[in-house]
Structure formats: structure tokens, C-alpha cells
């Protein structure tokens, strides 16, 4: 959590996916799928989408759509994060990622988060009423998510609220027309690093982000849940996704293909990571990608508990 709010502050309010990497086109029959513009859902956008011309990380000009989001999904709730109580069952709380599962944030994780993690400093609750300590207020989230957390929120379950973030937006920048390369892009993150840190965008808008760093958030001994849409809230970042579960928007195939679920930065279609029949792609290229004729060059999702979307952009992304 606290490189995740480090990083959102350095972002703040505009957000491109836009350092330079040396990186040359290459030249391909393939079919290329354009980015459509109405595959985004118009609630979640603060302003409608338009076509602007920028600079890609190859070193070309190419026309990009500029997207303005709210960051605020219009096709799914948001939270619950935190239980309140020990009691609590599943549906008050959320998700955690650990060791490529996914585990249910219910009471009964709180209270065993000593045994789960081999650690007698975990004690999120109250031996006597059961009530889970977490954070109630914006005050609370900001202290809680800052890069140095205080003895004071040390054993806090943190949950920042939609209203703390409702006037937020965040302006991305993809390719309308992706532009493959002979080098994949390498993911960066935190500053003097190269390489955009968005890995993409749900048609809703929501940002799939870098992997939240869960062994700092667990050096502070706190807790920050994602939803069971597989996202949670900062201050400087809104809104985002660190898993795909498969509560946003998707598109289906008609030939039984994954179901798309958004596009990555440098314009390539994101689809879910199995099949309609369940199946796991074992085509894969080392960026989570693979060809075939109908969808182009696309990429596949990692699965949930991964804290992971996919591992590099196979494409120019906008500066």
C-alpha cells in the first residue's frame, strides 16, 4: 500500500502510460483489431472519448483515444473491504491475494491472520466485543495508506471509502490502432523507471493496475482488502483493479473464445484467462499474448490470485 499510494501522488491526476523505451515496429500481415471506442461505457467516463494525436513509444505519431475516467465502476458495487466484527461472515468483507489464491476476508480471517501468516504480531480485533480495528474515516485512509505508517495504524484493517475519491478522474491515452514490436515492453513502477505502470482499462473505466505491493502493506501490519470485483481505493489512485474476477463488463465470443474485458495500454484486446468452457490457453506467449484471426494479438488476464493481469505490452504504447 505504500508504494501504491507513493506512486498514485507521483501520477495524481493524469495518468498516460508514457515513459519512453527504445523499441521498433514490426512489419506483419496479421489482422490488426482497431480499439472501439464504444466498447466503453459511457457512465463511467467523465467526459466522451475523443481522438487525439500523440507521440507512441517507438518514436511514431499515431492517433490515440483520449479517455477521461471517473474511476468509479457503473456496472458493479464497490467494497465491502473490511468486516466489522469476527463474526462477520464473507459477504461483509472482501478479497486478499496470497501465494496465487484468493481467500475471503470474513471475520474468521481476521482472526486467524496470526496462524495464516505464522506471526504473533497480528491482532486486528478486540479479544473481548470481537470488533475488527480498521480505519473509519478519510483521515484514517490517508495516514493508513502513507509511505510511513505510524505505530498508530499498525494492525489496521484499511478501507477507503468511493466518497473519498467521488471527484477524482484519471486521463489515459491508448493507440487506436495497435503497433506491434519486435521488443515487449517491460512494466515500470515508482520513480526513474521506465515502461508505463497501467497495465490497462476495464470497459468501465476502472484502471487494471501494477501488482499492489502486499509484502510492504503486510510490513506495516495492516491490511488492505480488495473488493470481490478485485479492487480497492487510495487516495491518489482512486479506484483500481489488482485482480479480475469477472465482475466487470465483458464482451462474449461467439466462437466460444474468452470473454474480452478491456484493452491494455498499447491498444490489444484484454480477455478473461479461460475459455467459455473453462479451459486454460496454453499458447501463451511470455507477455500473456497470443494470435488468431478473429481477435488479432490479444492478451489473457492472469489468474485472480496472481495479483498479476499480464507481463509485459507486446505493443507502442502513447507517450
Not at 466485543?129 to 489496521?156: E, H, M
Not at 499492489?212 to 483493479?241: E, V
Not at 490457453?281 to 488468431?292: K, M, P, S, V
Amino acid at each position: 500500500m505504500k508504494n501504491i499510494l507513493f506512486r498514485a501522488l507521483l501520477l495524481m491526476m493524469t495518468t498516460t502510460a508514457c515513459d519512453k523505451e527504445e523499441t521498433t515496429t514490426t512489419t506483419t500481415t496479421d489482422t490488426v483489431i482497431k480499439v472501439k471506442s464504444t466498447d466503453f461505457l459511457a457512465a463511467g467516463l467523465a467526459e466522451p472519448i475523443t481522438t487525439v494525436s500523440r507521440t507512441l513509444s517507438n518514436g511514431t505519431t499515431a492517433d490515440c483515444y483520449k479517455i477521461v475516467s471517473k474511476g468509479t465502476p457503473s456496472d458493479h458495487n464497490m467494497g465491502p473491504w473490511c468486516p466489522t466484527n469476527i463474526s462477520d461472515d464473507k459477504s461483509k468483507g472482501g478479497i486478499w491475494l496470497e501465494g496465487g489464491n484468493v481467500y475471503d476476508v470474513d471475520g474468521a480471517f481476521i482472526k486467524n491472520l496470526a496462524t495464516f501468516y505464522n506471526n504473533t504480531t497480528w491482532a486486528m480485533y478486540n479479544t473481548t466485543t470481537g470488533a475488527i480495528t480498521r480505519t473509519l474515516t478519510q483521515a484514517d485512509c490517508q495516514a493508513a495508506a502513507n509511505p510511513n505508517v505510524g505505530a498508530a495504524y499498525k494492525n489496521y484493517c484499511v478501507e477507503c471509502l468511493p466518497s473519498y475519491v467521488s471527484t477524482l478522474t484519471k486521463t489515459y491515452y491508448i493507440p487506436i490502432t495497435p503497433v506491434k514490436l519486435t521488443t515487449a515492453v517491460s512494466f515500470g513502477n515508482g520513480p526513474g523507471a521506465t515502461g508505463p505502470s497501467t497495465r490497462g482499462l476495464a470497459f468501465n473505466g476502472v484502471v487494471f493496475d501494477a501488482p499492489a505491493p502486499t509484502n510492504a502493506i503486510l510490513g506495516a501490519y495492516t491490511l488492505a482488502p480488495f473488493d470481490d470485483a478485485g479492487g480497492h481505493i487510495n487516495l491518489g489512485a482512486g479506484y483500481h483493479y489488482h485482480a479480475a474476477t469477472g465482475l466487470s463488463t465483458k464482451i462474449a465470443q461467439a466462437d466460444g473464445h474468452a470473454a474480452m474485458i478491456g484493452y491494455a495500454m498499447d491498444g490489444f484486446g484484454l480477455f478473461e484467462r479461460l475459455s467459455a468452457s473453462g479451459t486454460e490457453y496454453t499458447d501463451l506467449d511470455a507477455n500473456r499474448g497470443h494470435y488468431d484471426a478473429t481477435r488479432g494479438y490479444h492478451y489473457h488476464v492472469d489468474k485472480p490470485g496472481s495479483n498479476n493481469f499480464i507481463n509485459k505490452l507486446a505493443g507502442a504504447y502513447a507517450q
